[in-house]
């Protein structure tokens, strides 16, 4: 089967750093991407890691370790605009196949 | 980028009943997926519906039940057929440009359903 894991809530304090884990297990791998959801909002994209290593994004970097099916996103001087939903997703095949979702990490932020 | 709009954007519905989703983008896409989302829950997808074929489904959604339409690269439906409370979720329409290379998709605001 294919499954993505995520952690489903975290919790951090206004203008610090947090970082979301995701591992994955798939048949195959064409990339890793980061969703952010607001509540009542529609998922949008944050970021996208098609080989090893950091990609960097204003307050925001995307990590992938293909090796240990392991990808993190990482949010900096947090603002209280970042609570929501982040999605990690995985394309396990082809380019035109289809992305699978993670659970979901729900992230709190204290002022 | 792509602007996607849905309609209606919520419905209140009677179990047995169908409802038709509509799905229309600002710009000639040429995948699109139709996913349901429980609140507080990930995304499910249900069909990814490319122009010109068939509707390929997941597993546990079958064609009729929620058939879909695609008749050009810049809209789709989805119908939600003889509806029953667990049809109640939010749907969301989601499109993809194979030619842009980071994968991303883009979503419609989505449509609340509840059926009563």
């Known amino acids: 089967g294919q499954s993505l894991e995520q952690p489903s809530e975290v919790t951090a304090v206004e203008g610090a750093i947090v970082q979301i884990n995701c591992t994955y297990q798939t048949s195959g791998f064409y990339g890793l991407s980061w969703y952010q959801q607001h509540d009542g909002g529609a998922p949008t994209f944050l970021s996208y890691n098609g080989l090893d290593g950091l990609e960097e994004t204003g307050r925001f970097s995307s990590f992938l370790s293909r090796s240990d099916s392991y990808g993190y996103l990482l949010l900096q001087e947090l603002q209280m605009k970042d609570s929501a939903s982040y999605f990690c997703a995985v394309r396990s095949g082809n380019r035109d196949d289809k992305i699978i979702f993670g659970k979901g990490t729900r992230l709190h932020i204290l002022p | ?116």
Not at chain 2, 5 to 28: F, N
Not at chain 2, 36 to 57: H, V
């Open chain 2, 1 to 116: 980028s792509a602007v996607i709009s849905q309609k209606p954007s919520r419905d209140i519905c009677q179990r047995g009943t169908s409802l038709t989703i509509q799905c229309q983008v600002d710009s000639q896409v040429t995948m699109m997926f139709w996913y349901r989302q429980q609140p507080g829950q990930s995304l499910t997808l249900i069909a990814t519906a490319n122009q010109g074929s068939e509707a390929t489904y997941e597993s546990g959604f079958v064609i009729d039940k929620f058939p879909i339409s695609r008749p050009n690269l810049t809209f789709s439906t989805l119908t939600v057929s003889n509806m029953s409370p667990e049809d109640s979720s939010i749907y969301l329409c989601s499109v993809e440009d194979l030619d842009r290379w980071n994968n991303e998709q883009f979503f419609g605001p989505g449509t609340r359903l509840t059926v009563l």
